[in-house]
Nanobody, 125 residues
Framework: QVQLTESGGGLVQAGGSLRLSCAAS????????MGWFRRATGKEREFVAV????????YYTDSVQGRFTISRDNAKNMLYLQMNSLKPEDTAVYYC??????????????????WGQGTQVTVSS
């Protein structure tokens, strides 16, 4: 059974930082592209950052470029999202997603088969 479990969300003031983690039970983890997506209240789910199985190909949505960093540790089956200079508009539920693919990572949420339950990030102004 595949499980993705996010942690690290919370309440932070604008300008602050949070680090999200995702523990993955997919095997082998190195065969999977991974991504972070988010859904704000009343909005569609959107892509935030994705990373290839090697970690060498990474894409960010424009609004987080330069502020967020996605990374992975294949030895530990872990995915991370370091979020700096947080803004109120970053407030959302953040989801970890996995796609078994040895190709450049997709930014389309429909391409990801496995999802975590989400972790709430709230940025106050």
């Amino acid at each position: 059974q595949v499980q993705l479990t996010e942690s690290g969300g919370g309440l932070v003031q604008a300008g602050g930082s949070l680090r999200l983690s995702c523990a993955a039970s997919v095997r082998p983890f190195s065969d999977y592209s991974m991504g972070w997506f988010r859904r704000a209240t009343g909005k569609e789910r959107e892509f935030v950052a994705v990373i290839s199985w090697t970690g060498r190909t990474i894409y960010y949505t424009d609004s987080v470029q330069g502020r967020f960093t996605i990374s992975r540790d294949n030895a530990k089956n872990m995915l991370y999202l370091q979020m700096n200079s947080l803004k109120p508009e970053d407030t959302a539920v953040y989801y970890c997603a996995a796609r078994r693919a040895l190709t450049p990572p997709s930014v389309q949420d429909g391409d990801y088969r496995y999802w975590g339950q989400g972790t709430q990030v709230t940025v106050s102004s």
